[in-house]
């Protein structure tokens, strides 16, 4: 057997007879796509509860009770009799928020006086606190046109006139790649590419932190050289090049469409943009995986990670407002261009000219670390084969 197929042979052992790679590489790619998309699933948030304290009591009053529960966003769970009720209710967590109908409400209506209601929400959940106030914005903004319509429609003017001056302009809101505004695809493709991304970082730290500990015990120890080590770069990045183009061709081009989100990017295109992402990730994997001195180390660092990377490629707040120089330092991970692109490529159906910026800065960085990893992989230590008898490729005994 050529030493070619002895170093691929022996990795796949590595990935396959580790549990914890295994756990990490496989297992969890799945179920981390399973599970992630599960709490936004309902798309958006709706009929969230809240109590109401009507110290009115009139028709109006009502009417604007039953606009607020038929609302989309909130849904009338009691109707209380002050508001230190409402308040325990609001803290015991049975409501997100309440609405205050003051006395007087109906007659100041009537009077062509301002009115007011008041909406309280339980703002320490950002969601819940939006739909609450939405809700009850927008409940009384329509009792409010339809009262000034027909105060109009008393002077003789006619009803669609009424409408026409009571909003002289309307407002045509569309909203573009996200059309029903739903969390699911605001959030899911980018986070499956940060899935990717950290599983496999993850994965290649635990198989070199193994090794390094099985040579750190071994009475013998090897160097491949810089053409061996160049060739089992070469073998080791085809095996996890191909395992991770499965899980990316699972993610994008069966779980996406399951989920009810849009693929606007042809399967060609994806393998076009995710060849130059996966190889950055597996060759950034190869060069800072020679720095972890234990298993563990791997995990640790690159699991902590996730969550500032998430925040800084764009997802949760706009790469406008970082600095510069925070926009280029965190541009030398792959994750970074990886979920832009894909983001623009399956959500916004961006063509390959519109993704070039981001498919070029991956290839870049994959040429960056390429001479990294292969050093990484020339000068590594290894124990012999015959150094440490009975020790298997994962470094279990």
Known sequence: ?????????????????????VLLMVVAVVVYALIYPTPYRAEVVRDVPIAVVDSDRSDLSRQLIRMVDTHPSTRVYAVVADAGEAERAIASGLVSGAMLVPRGLSGNVLRGQAAEVVAVSDATYFLLNKSVVTGIAQSVGTLSAGIEIRRLEAHGIAASDARRQRAPIRADLRPLFNPIESYTSYVVPAVFVLILHQTLLMGIGLVQGTERERAARAARRIRFGAWRGFVSLGMRTVLYLALYAVHALVYFNVLLPRLGLPLRASLDTLAWFLLPFILAVTWLGMAVGALFRTRESAMAIVFGLSAPLLFSSGVAWPVEAMSAWLREIIGVVPAIPGINGIVRLTQMGASRAEVFAEWHRLWILAFVYLPAAWLAEAVRPRASDDAAPGTGPGGVA
Do not use: N, S, Y
């Not at 057997?1 to 790679?21: I, K, N, Q, S």
């Open 1 to 21: 057997m050529t030493f070619a197929w002895r170093v691929l042979r022996d990795e796949v052992r590595r990935v396959v007879c580790d549990p914890g790679v």
